[in-house]
């Protein structure tokens, strides 16, 4: 059945399930890059000195790539374990093996806009380098890609298993 435009032209309408699945993946693209910009605000940074031959010498300790690295895999894999057990939760009509794909393509696609938004909010050059200079290196989150897809359709299908409706066995 189509709908009238206000211009009065006639669309299309969309079914029910694909404006579910579009309003999750435009919800998750949203909610990462919003969480992904404050994770790149607090992204720890490294301290460096002018040394007398020219150049820095880094006096932090701590692996500030690494620490980047594992708060990268461990906020994207929250994120997709929860987007994907709401999206089970409010969906019940939609319980396929097809949502299980698409929430790992929404997961992949909303961590590259955490992983942008975290790197724009995150990465600048110093403005004065002075004596001391204080930046955030950049980081390659590498395997970390493919972690929250994973946990996305792992926890999605984990509740399909767990949850198996009883009509489904013919009682006896």
Known sequence: MAS?????????????SIGYCAGVLALSLCAFSAVGAVWGLLRPELTGHAA??????LDTVDNVEFTSFITFTLITGAMAMVLALVTYVRA?????AAMIYWLGVVALAATAAFYVLGGVTATHAPADPGEVVHFVPTF???V?????PFLAMFSYWSALFINRETEEVAPR
């Open 144 to 148: 970390a890609w493919v972690v929250a």
């Open 92 to 96: 019940p009509r939609l319980h396929s």
């Open 140 to 142: 390659s989150p590498g």
């Open 52 to 57: 007398k031959g020219g150049g820095y010498v």
């Open 4 to 16: 009238t435009s206000p211009l009065g032209w006639k669309l299309p309408r969309i079914s029910r």
